[in-house]
């Protein structure tokens, strides 16, 4: 202890430089909001090209079954798509809706870091504005299932609003009677395999085994599929009933995503905002 004390005593200037130093950044960060604006915005480039870098490792020792992912992907959509081009994490996907306009262009990108432990699960991808990502693109994964939607952007980067968050909230139907219900997460069980759709009326007949897909609306074209029912719960005296879905898309092997570019999203969010609330 007396030689500690004696190395503290003799290096004094240094320690106190670096306490004051440390205070006059925080200071200067929480009193002015361009330099914290600054420094956020390097931070999170900093981290992102770090995970991306650890991420690398991690791509290489499952390049086998991404590879083999890819292919099955590959060959679905071109039975399934009207037009499409080769599927590549720097190439761009076409699809022609049934009208052949080209409607939803996909965009794939990496996965550089994912949660799927918290409440808000936050996905940073390898894609940003430089790419003409926007907030609130809807996202896929490229097998089946819903992935979420844009939160943030920056040049080259861009977070998601993971499925599995509270505030996620997607249009769905049943694939059999088209009928119309909400997507959530979360609601008592954080099982990232697992979700629940609300507001199915209760007059519908529904069984285990019943697929859920995508409504069309929000961004997702209409008919992506979501999961299948595991559960179904009717409250006494209510009218609607609550399924508990099992997700085909997997969350903790995610490894590549495709952003949704919809070329009308633009019109019908004026169309929209234009029309007036009748309730």
Avoid: C
């Amino acid at each position: 202890m007396r030689n500690l004390w004696i190395f503290i005593n003799r290096y004094n200037a240094f320690f106190y430089f670096i306490i004051f130093f440390t205070v006059g950044i925080v200071l200067t960060l929480k009193n002015n909001v361009f330099q914290r604006s600054v420094t956020l915005n390097s931070t999170n480039e900093v981290v992102g090209s770090a995970y991306e870098r650890l991420n690398v490792l991690k791509r290489y020792l499952n390049l086998g079954q991404v590879n083999d992912s890819l292919a099955v992907e590959n060959a679905k959509l071109k039975t399934e798509l009207i037009s499409l081009k080769n599927i590549d994490s720097n190439k761009t996907i076409v699809v022609k809706d049934t009208v052949n306009q080209q409607q939803y262009t996909l965009l794939s990108a990496k996965v550089i870091k994912n949660s799927i432990t918290q409440r808000n699960n936050i996905i940073t991808i390898n894609r940003g504005s430089d790419d003409g990502i926007v907030k609130d693109m809807a996202v896929i994964s490229p097998n089946n299932g819903v992935v979420g939607f844009i939160l943030n952007v920056s040049p080259h980067l861009a977070t998601i609003r993971s499925l599995l968050h509270k505030e996620t909230l997607i249009s769905v139907n049943l694939k059999k009677n088209n009928a119309f219900g909400s997507l959530v997460w979360g609601d008592g069980n954080f099982d990232f395999r697992k979700a629940y759709v609300k507001e199915i009326p209760n007059h519908f007949k529904v069984n285990v085994g019943d697929t859920i897909v995508t409504s069309g609306a929000g961004g997702f074209p209409k008919g992506i599929q979501v999961g299948k029912v595991s559960k179904t719960q009717i409250s006494t005296g209510d009218s609607f009933m609550t399924l508990e879905i099992n997700l085909f898309n997997d969350f903790s092997t995610l490894q590549y995503v495709y952003i949704i570019k919809n070329r009308l999203a633009e019109e019908q969010k004026t169309l929209e905002t234009q029309t007036p609330n009748e309730q």
